[in-house]
């Protein structure tokens, strides 16, 4: 889907929400509270009423679209745009894009991100594991080390990731915000969650965190780091890649990001990943739009509740 054929196919907001009602309800619209099929269409207003609860709604209730004022025609057109920047969008851009605020901008990502959360796939086959360390610099006072050199990945602030990805061309990755202190714990989870242990063999680089844990329940290799960076084929190039565009993204498009947003961010570079060959990406986006679990849960957690992944 091009940014002309959405022009084309949707070029009002009347077509755009009749495009929504098709994907979520077919040739049954259901009112989204109860689920009563007891409804009548208005038809100059488009939108629902439901005879049973005597309330009216539109296909946006309970979908990332909810409350918006921004026409639908630029919400696709949203979508299109991020999903085609490999590296990452900028608010700031999008807003230029579209037409928008700033704030405008950033809220129309962010809930398009929630619609790319939670992709589980199951990984089989040589699965490559590393962490990663992303985020702003740390202060000057705190980032020399004895030898004067620049302090680098662990004891400083910056965030890390962990993941899991198949050694194939068409490979799927997972990922996800760790805290320093339960990253093993954390990666034998994602290990078990994600990986189909029996049919899959892991590559890890010489990292602390994978322990005698891991070889008790895969079959591991290890490429050591100091020594080479591939052995006879062994390595782990197609994690450190997927790695380096989020941090190219993250540098060059996000510079600034709280922990908080974090696993949206590495969620929307996992689901580019992982679609990179889909031609069908747009439709099914649009379709996740529409879940309702992926609306506001993600948007306005629950307390004491953070965003899961990413995967
Ligand atoms: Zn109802």
């Given at each position: 889907?091009d ?7 949707y070029p ?13 309800w077919?040739?049954?619209?259901a009112?989204?509270?109860c689920?009563s ?5 208005f038809?100059?207003e488009l939108r629902?009423?439901c005879?049973?609860e005597?309330?009216s709604?539109s296909?946006?209730?309970?979908t990332?679209f909810e409350?918006t004022?921004?026409?639908l025609?630029?919400?696709?057109y949203?979508?299109?745009?991020m999903?085609?920047?490999?590296k990452?969008?900028s608010?700031?851009?999008?807003s ?5 605020t ?13 619609a790319?959360?939670?992709?589980s796939?199951?990984l ?5 594991s590393?962490?990663?360390?992303v ?5 000057k006072?705190?980032?020399r080390?004895?030898d ?6 662990k004891?400083?602030k910056?965030?890390?990731i962990?993941?899991?990805v198949?050694?194939?061309?068409d490979g799927?990755?997972?990922a996800?915000?760790v805290?320093k202190d339960v990253?093993?714990l954390?990666l ?10 029996d049919k899959s063999?892991?590559?890890t ?11 008790k329940i ?5 490429v050591?780091?100091?020594?080479e960076?591939?052995n ?7 994690i450190?890649s997927f790695?380096?565009?989020i941090?190219r993204?993250i ?5 600034h990001?709280?922990k908080?947003?974090?696993p949206f ?7 580019r990943?992982n ?5 069908n990406m747009?439709n099914e ?8 679990d992926k609306c506001?849960?993600y948007?306005?957690?629950k307390?004491?509740v953070e965003a899961e992944?990413?995967?």
């Amino acid at each position: 889907m091009d940014i002309q054929q959405i022009y084309k196919l949707y070029p009002t907001q009347r077509e755009c929400l009749h495009h929504l009602e098709d994907i979520r309800w077919g040739d049954d619209p259901a009112c989204p509270n109860c689920g009563s099929f007891n409804v009548t269409q208005f038809k100059n207003e488009l939108r629902w009423h439901c005879n049973d609860e005597n309330k009216s709604y539109s296909v946006l209730k309970d979908t990332i679209f909810e409350g918006t004022r921004l026409p639908l025609q630029k919400w696709f057109y949203a979508i299109h745009l991020m999903l085609s920047a490999k590296k990452g969008l900028s608010a700031m851009q999008l807003s230029r894009n579209l037409g928008v605020t700033w704030n405008t901008a950033w809220y129309t990502a962010m809930r398009i991100r929630c619609a790319m959360q939670d992709q589980s796939y199951i990984l089989e086959g040589i699965i490559q594991s590393d962490s990663t360390y992303v985020g702003g610099k740390p202060r000057k006072t705190n980032i020399r080390s004895k030898d004067g050199k620049n302090k680098r990945g662990k004891g400083t602030k910056k965030e890390q990731i962990i993941g899991y990805v198949e050694q194939r061309p068409d490979g799927k990755v997972v990922a996800k915000r760790v805290n320093k202190d339960v990253e093993t714990l954390e990666l034998l989870q994602l290990l078990k969650k994600n990986v189909k242990i029996d049919k899959s063999v892991l590559i890890t680089d010489e990292g602390k965190e994978y322990t005698q844990e891991f070889d008790k329940i895969i079959q591991r290799y290890m490429v050591k780091h100091k020594k080479e960076f591939s052995n006879h084929g062994i390595n782990t190039n197609t994690i450190e890649s997927f790695w380096a565009i989020i941090k190219r993204g993250i540098t060059g498009q996000y510079h600034h990001l709280t922990k908080r947003y974090l696993p949206f961010y590495i969620s929307e570079f996992a689901y580019r990943y992982n679609n990179r060959h889909n031609k069908n990406m747009f439709n099914e986006l649009i379709d996740d739009s529409l879940k309702e679990d992926k609306c506001f849960i993600y948007m306005k957690p629950k307390k004491g509740v953070e965003a899961e992944i990413c995967v």
